[in-house]
């Protein structure tokens, strides 16, 4: 068939098309009836359909080219969410997202106790015996705790930097976790042990010298990967 023959069989369908696509109006389907609306996502599919022949058949011809405008038109009233916008925020807060979570509940019981189990055991530890905070923190920043000082008390000047690196660190180790799911979690469970137990540590060496409350506030607005990005900015530089 010649782009000449397919375009005399399916005009009438692409004309009652663009006249429903006119009709509806403002980028939605209010200006239309339920019969209207039907008839207007049944011709839809069809042009979807036929601007599929026209790619593999006709690629450079300008039907090609006109029905893949009419279709991104379409697609542009036939996918787009209608008005009630408080509605919707209201059920994706009260409904979609509790709902979501309730799902989601045993991988976000997993992963909780895969970090705070071992933030707890290494906080006591610590807390317990504080020259164990060696095996998991630098002697600069537990010599600056020995003396009563949290290296989160950060110059002024230098918050901006610092914000920074603590930025970049959070989205470093969400994009690791993220990115190690692909060989079945295992890498992950590491991390989120890993990170636990330098959280728990920590916080064990600060609460020994009456410190705790001030790094819990730093950490509670930073997220708990902020607190390993800040030791690590503590460490000496070899």
């Known amino acids: 068939m010649r782009a000449e023959d397919f375009v ?38 069809r042009a979807t359909a036929d601007l599929a022949r026209a790619q593999r058949d006709w690629p450079d011809e300008p039907v090609h080219r006109y029905l893949n405008g009419l279709v991104a038109r379409g697609h542009g009233i036939v996918y ?18 509790p709902r979501t979570y309730r799902e989601a509940a045993p991988f976000l019981l997993a992963a909780g106790a895969l970090m705070f189990v071992p933030a707890i055991v290494s906080y006591f530890v610590v807390l317990a015996n504080p020259d164990a905070a060696y095996a998991i923190a630098s002697a600069n920043l537990i010599d600056k705790v020995h003396h009563h000082q949290l290296w ?24 690791v ?15 989120m042990i890993s990170n636990g137990i330098h959280l728990g540590g920590v916080f064990g060496l600060t609460q020994a010298y009456g410190l705790s409350g001030g790094l819990f506030e730093f950490v509670i607005g930073h997220g708990c990967s902020s607190c390993r990005s800040s030791w690590r900015r503590a460490r000496p530089v070899s």
């Open 152 to 175: 989160t008390n950060i110059p002024p000047a230098d918050r901006i930097a610092v914000g920074g690196e603590i930025m970049a660190n959070n989205i470093w180790v969400s994009m």
């Open 80 to 97: 787009r969410r209608g008005g009630e916008v408080w509605r919707r925020i209201r059920t994706f807060y009260t409904e979609t997202l």
């Open 177 to 191: 976790a993220f990115s190690l799911g692909v060989v079945f979690g295992l890498p992950v469970i590491y991390v």
């Open 8 to 45: 005399a069989l399916r005009r009438d369908d692409w004309n009652r098309l663009e006249d429903l696509l006119a009709r509806a109006g403002g980028g939605s389907l209010n200006g239309l009836a339920p019969a209207q609306v039907l008839t207007l996502a049944a011709l839809y599919r």
